[in-house]
């Protein structure tokens, strides 16, 4: 099993940076992607970012240029920095892992999720 808890959301001003982390415990080793998706008030969750285990990474079109996802997997944690934060980025942030199953497909894992309010 393995655990993702996030860490580094709060309440920041229009223009302003937070970054975010989420740290994984537990059968760590069987972690391959992992992403970051956010879920607005009233809204569906939606893709942020993700990584690969070979560090390659995608971003949503909304974030791209400003955020930037990376993992250190010697500390088992996942990143997400973030600038020039706007009111729409304003949601709970969720973190998300891939993990292999043999011959079967991934099991995706979420973490608990971490606010994350932008004020104007």
């Known amino acids: 099993q393995v655990e993702l808890v996030e860490s580094g959301g709060g309440l920041v001003q229009a223009g302003g940076s937070l970054r975010l982390a989420c740290t994984a415990s537990g059968d760590v080793s069987r972690i391959r992607p992992m992403g970051w998706y956010r879920q607005a008030p009233g809204h569906q969750r939606t893709f942020v970012a993700a990584i690969t285990s070979g560090g390659a990474t995608n971003y949503a079109d909304s974030v791209s240029g400003r955020f930037t996802i990376s993992r250190d997997s010697a500390k088992d944690t996942l990143y997400l920095q973030m600038y020039s934060l706007k009111p729409e980025d304003t949601a709970v942030y969720y973190c998300?892992?891939?993990?292999?199953?043999?011959?079967?497909?991934?099991?995706?894992?979420w973490g608990q999720g971490t606010q994350v309010t932008v004020s104007s």
């Open positions: 998300n892992a891939g993990l292999s199953q043999l011959g079967r497909p991934l099991r995706y894992v």
